[in-house]
């Protein structure tokens, strides 16, 4: 009877495992849509390194700065569904960031919450990005809807091809 449990278990936790989405690769976004709100150069990376492993999803994203220079910018969200909190040292800005599985672990959900600097327990803006990996493997959808608190919000989505 252990040994049937045993089998069990491990088929359920290989099916979850198996069938979660992979979304690990070098993405370069090929195109843009703005769907509503101001319009920002910057709102969605031009190219995604992610490495997704058991324990976090690593994110390295490159964007377009003000002046037109590139920016990179990397950090860890747990795989659990535990917020991760840090603070910038620069903007001295808190961020709390998580991730959400859709039931069929096909979508994920990424959530920042980004918090005044001068008031680490004022929410000043969420920006939420879901992202689907499309049936070929090569194409990675992701909308991306900043929520403000004091400024206009907007929401954008944009096609990304596997490199």
């Known amino acids: 009877m252990k040994t049937l449990i045993f ?8 099916s979850i495992t198996f069938g979660q989405t992979n979304f690990s690769g070098i993405w370069v976004l090929n195109d843009k849509e703005h ?3 101001p319009q920002y150069a910057n709102a969605l990376p031009t190219r995604l390194t992610i490495q997704q492993q058991a324990d976090s999803l690593i994110i390295e994203s490159v964007n377009t700065g003000v002046e037109g220079k590139e920016t990179t910018s990397r950090h860890a969200i747990p795989m659990n569904g535990q917020p991760s909190t840090i603070t910038s040292l620069t903007s ?3 961020y709390v960031r998580s991730l959400n599985w859709a039931e069929d672990k096909k979508v994920l959900t990424i959530t920042v919450i980004f918090y005044l600097p001068d008031k680490p327990d004022m929410v000043d803006l969420t920006r939420v990005e879901t992202w689907n990996l499309l049936p070929d493997g090569a194409h990675l959808s992701i909308g991306k809807k ?3 608190k004091h400024s206009e919000t907007w929401e954008v989505k944009g096609m990304y091809n596997r490199r």
Do not use: N
């Open 7 to 14: 089998f069990i278990t491990v088929f359920l936790l290989g």
């Open 35 to 37: 769907i509503v709100g």
């Open 92 to 94: 001295k800005r808190k």
């Open 146 to 148: 900043s929520i403000e």
